[in-house]
């Protein structure tokens, strides 16, 4: 089976730096993605790690340990509008080219 | 950027009732495209994968009869929901594919839309 865990939420504070971790267990690796989803809105893609390592991307920053089957997102310099559902994805063979979603950490962010 | 959209964006309807839902890619040939559905604070379950001009790929436990799939063109896919029932009130998210499947383009969500079964 596949199973993919996160936080269910989280809280933090503005200009603060906030770490979201992600663990998978799944038949098949093919790649990792966040998403940003605002509370009834789709999903926005944040990032992509199909390699080990970190992907930076201005304030937010995702790594990847394939052996260690973990990755994590970061979100520097938070800001109000980062109070938001982030979901890690995970791109198995299995499913072809879909993607199977944790449940998604609530990060609010407070002033 | 690839720009997915999704018709209607609400809607409303009677148990017993079939309701129709558009996902269409603007600006890039999809041809594969893919529907989950999203229960109130519950990540997005992937219900079925739509192939152009191919039957759907539907997940375990999606009944094919009752959540109809149509992938006839490039940029439209449908999904048609048969006889709803209260219980089939959720988030409905197409997205779609852009590239080859062994090449990362990016998979783009659509706007999403919200069915109520009454």
């Known amino acids: 089976g596949q199973n993919i865990d996160q936080p269910t939420e989280m809280t933090a504070t503005e200009g603060a730096i906030v770490q979201i971790n992600c663990t998978y267990q799944?038949?098949?690796?093919?790649?990792l993605f966040w998403y940003q989803q605002h509370a009834g809105e789709a999903p926005t893609f944040l990032s992509y790690?199909?390699?080990?390592g970190l992907e930076e991307k201005g304030r937010f920053s995702s790594f990847l340990s394939r052996s260690k089957g973990y990755s994590y997102l970061l979100l520097k310099e938070l800001q109000m509008k980062d109070s938001a559902s982030y979901l890690c994805?995970?791109?198995?063979?299995?499913?072809?080219?879909?993607?199977?979603f944790g449940k998604g950490t609530t990060l609010s962010v407070s002033s | 950027g690839a720009v997915v959209s999704q018709h209607p964006s609400r809607v409303i309807c009677k148990s017993g009732t079939s309701v129709k839902i558009e996902c269409r890619s603007l600006?890039?040939?999809?041809?594969?495209m893919f529907w989950y559905r999203q229960f109130p604070k519950k990540s997005l379950m992937l219900m079925a994968t739509?192939?152009?001009?191919?039957?759907?790929?539907?997940e375990q436990g999606v009944e094919k009869d009752k959540f109809l799939i149509n992938h006839a063109s490039l940029t439209l896919s449908t999904l048609t929901v048969t006889s709803a029932h209260p219980e089939d009130s959720s988030f409905y998210i197409c997205?779609?594919?852009?590239?080859?499947?062994?090449?990362?383009?990016?998979?783009?969500f659509g706007p999403g839309t919200r069915l109520t079964v009454l």
């Open positions: 997205s779609a594919r852009e590239g080859r499947a062994d090449v990362f383009q990016g998979q783009f």
């Open positions: 799944t038949s098949g690796f093919n790649g």
């Open positions: 790690n199909v390699l080990d």
């Open positions: 994805a995970v791109r198995v063979w299995e499913a072809g080219t879909a993607l199977i």
């Open positions: 600006d890039f040939q999809a041809t594969t």
């Open positions: 739509s192939n152009e001009g191919s039957k759907a790929t539907y």
